[in-house]
């Protein structure tokens, strides 16, 4: 007999994962491309989108 043992869940879970991490940076594109800054720190671009803007 064949001493593999292939746990099924496993690679299920790391398919998962990876089709995850995928479609953040899918996302991530989408708002880097639609609101592009010259802020390269995420944190400080993530807090310029939600700043209130003045009234005009």
Same mark, same amino acid.
């Given at each position: ?24 940076? +899918?996302?991530?594109?989408?708002? +880097?491309?639609?609101?592009?800054? +010259? +802020? ?17």
């Amino acid at each position: 007999m064949n001493d593999k043992i292939v746990d099924i869940n496993s690679k299920r879970d790391d398919v998962r994962h990876k089709r995850k991490e995928k479609q953040l940076n +899918e996302l991530k594109n989408k708002f +880097e491309k639609a609101l592009p800054t +010259e +802020e390269h720190d995420p944190k400080k671009k993530l807090l310029n989108l939600f700043k209130k803007k003045p009234k005009k």
